[in-house]
């Protein structure tokens, strides 16, 4: 029987993936590759391209998913805010189904807390148009690609005379916790595969203190083809001892960013410290409101302190997250921990690592329930 011919995508994957064995034999050593982006990470888990490289390339999944990283503490927040009754909490809807200390928001919600599911920031404020009697809190997770939308929503609150519009706010910057992932005592990096949603919005310079420091960075797209790509143009740099900043995603990703939502950030929210679930507090890596918006902040309208907060009993989120873990090397993974009956942050949302390795890889492939 005839073979049908290969498709064009079929023939650069092919490509891609001789050229990471041609290079992948040139290592003095093995060598790890992170991955900071939950759709990268569920393009590479999908694609089956841990199976496809060689085995002294590891594909590591890092602090990519913006609910997995938010603290404990800011879980908790939130929940004890929705049971108060004080405020109406709009969400996004991952956020639901995140384990607190006790309980969840999704839990909360089936108690009578008054708890909706958004779609954007901007439905949020919409709820305050709806009714300016009552008070909204949006909870604000996500890294430089929602930010910019939640500093527009503050700015039309204000513009608009919404006094009764807040947030609570945990929206993080990845390249600080790049940086201090190359510290981190308990996981090896070679070299990043960077982000190309943040990369739309920051572009390429800020990640060039993470390649001084030895680790090359490519900004990469999402389609599994893209990350061959990107690993292939990581090995070629660690082969010949170069650290650089490149850009495999140039069909979307200026090497400029996007000036005019960086202006808008930088308008209405101010780095800050911030706590990231398993990397502890990372300077400059989060964003709180300018003085100028303070009115709009819920820690200050509702009197709420993030206090710091343990881990779930027996969760190895943290772990997974700096990579220094496999999924499911966690006791938990696939028997207590499943989508159903998520036991931490890693295993629901849809871009968790733990979520991911379960959904497409090792979960079914083990014979877990």
């Not at 947030?167 to 910057?173: E, G, Q, W, Y």
Request: one cysteine or more; aromatic letters at 6%.
């Amino acid at each position: 029987m005839p073979t049908r011919p290969q498709t064009p995508l079929r023939e650069q994957a092919d490509q891609h993936l001789k050229r990471i064995r041609d290079l992948a034999d040139r290592l003095p050593r093995p060598v790890s590759l992170m991955e900071v982006c939950g759709t990268h990470t569920v393009a590479i888990s999908r694609g089956g391209l841990r199976e496809l490289v060689p085995e002294n390339v590891g594909l590591l999944s890092g602090p990519g998913c913006p609910v997995c990283v938010t603290a404990q503490g800011f879980i908790d927040a939130a929940i004890a805010l929705a049971r108060s009754g004080e405020a109406t909490v709009a969400t996004y809807g991952d956020m639901l189904r995140v384990p607190g200390t006790s309980g969840s928001l999704e839990q909360a919600k089936a108690a009578g807390a008054d708890v909706r599911t958004v779609y954007s920031v901007l439905e949020a404020l919409e709820l305050v148009r709806q009714n300016s009697r009552r008070p909204v809190v949006f909870l604000g997770v996500g890294f430089e690609t929602t930010a910019p939308a939640t500093a527009v929503a503050v700015e039309e609150a204000r513009s608009g005379g919404l006094s009764n519009f807040f947030v609570l706010d945990a929206h993080k910057r990845i390249v600080p916790a790049m940086e201090a992932l190359t510290a981190a005592p308990d996981v090896a990096i070679d070299g990043f595969i960077a982000p190309g949603h943040v990369s739309v919005v920051i572009g390429l310079a800020p990640y060039e203190p993470v390649a001084q420091a030895g680790r090359p960075c490519v900004v990469a797209g999402f389609e599994p083809i893209d990350v061959l790509e990107a690993i292939a143009m990581l090995l070629a740099m660690l082969i010949e001892g170069r650290s650089e900043v490149q850009n495999q995603y140039r069909r979307t990703v200026p090497p400029e960013g996007n000036p005019t939502a960086r202006a808008q950030l930088d308008a209405v929210l101010r780095v800050a410290p911030a706590e990231w679930r398993g990397l502890g507090v990372i300077p400059d890596s989060g964003y709180t409101l300018q003085e100028e918006f303070a009115q709009f902040d819920a820690r200050t309208a509702f009197d709420i302190e993030l206090r710091p907060a343990p881990e779930l009993p027996g969760c190895r989120c943290g772990q997974v997250l700096r990579g220094a873990l496999d999924p499911v090397d966690c006791p938990l993974f696939g028997r207590a921990c499943t989508p159903v009956h998520p036991q931490g942050p890693c295993m629901v949302s849809r871009e968790g690592s733990c979520g991911v390795a379960y959904r497409f890889t090792r979960g079914g492939a083990a014979g877990l329930p």
